[in-house]
């Protein structure tokens, strides 16, 4: 089936840029999904990217996507200590979207 | 807007009860979803829907029942819970297609004692 991987942790320190990775296996995919999620919320839809697309920017994110290699990449500039959280790529064929485990972010002040 | 909500937040039983999680959501959306959230294993589907009168099995259905009688509500049934169901629970919905991006509640807190 289709599967999702995300390494578990990442720290950075703030002003410096982030950048959390992913590669899924569904060649079929047609969305592939950035989510955030904070301490005791649900998961908020972050950004998302188009499967015929390379980039998405938008403000501080930009989603690259390599389809050959079905890897997908997010990148936050600027990193703030708000950006602390759980981020989880997930993508979107004909099944319901496949999330991976989450990255867990933490930005050092 | 309320988007997807979530009741209860949080819940604690006793091995052996039942009770029922309840998400409703308010942008008409046909598709719900319910997921279970554990440490270090992400987000595992339990079970979904994709209209009203309509129900199909995720990654993790056993031990859960569901029920989707109203469009804008989807039920989530332990009928003797165990405390293997000790989790988050989450719900969420989307759009009439399974690659739409899915909207999700704030969680239910779940302890089985």
């Known amino acids: 089936g289709e599967d999702v991987e995300q390494s578990l942790f990442l720290s950075v320190r703030e002003g410096d840029s982030s950048v959390i990775n992913c590669t899924y296996t569904?060649?079929?995919?047609?969305?592939l999904y950035w989510y955030k999620q904070e301490p005791g919320a649900g998961l908020q839809l972050l950004t998302y990217i188009f499967s015929n697309m390379d980039m998405k920017q938008d403000q501080r994110l930009t989603v690259l996507l390599n389809k050959k290699d079905k890897h997908l990449s997010l990148r936050i500039a600027d990193t703030q200590t708000g950006d602390s959280a759980i981020y989880f790529c997930a993508e979107g064929g004909n099944t319901p979207l496949v999330f991976g485990k989450g990255t867990r972010l933490s930005v050092i002040a | 807007n309320a988007g997807v909500t979530q009741t209860p937040k949080f819940r604690v039983l006793k091995t052996g009860q039942s009770m029922t999680l309840l998400c409703a959501q308010d942008m008409n959306h046909e598709y719900m979803y319910w997921y279970r959230q554990d440490p270090g294993m992400g987000l595992r589907l339990i079970h979904y829907?994709?209209?009203?009168?309509?129900?199909a099995k995720g990654e993790v259905p056993d031990g859960y029942n569901v029920s989707r009688l109203k469009k804008q509500n989807f039920l989530l049934g332990l009928e003797s819970a165990a405390p293997s169901q000790t989790s988050v629970y989450f719900c969420?919905?989307?759009?009439?297609?399974?690659?739409?991006?899915?909207?999700f509640g704030d969680g239910t807190r779940l302890s089985i004692l």
């Open positions: 969420a919905s989307s759009y009439w297609r399974t690659n739409q991006p899915q909207h």
């Open positions: 829907s994709v209209g009203e009168g309509t129900t």
């Open positions: 569904d060649s079929s995919s047609t969305y």
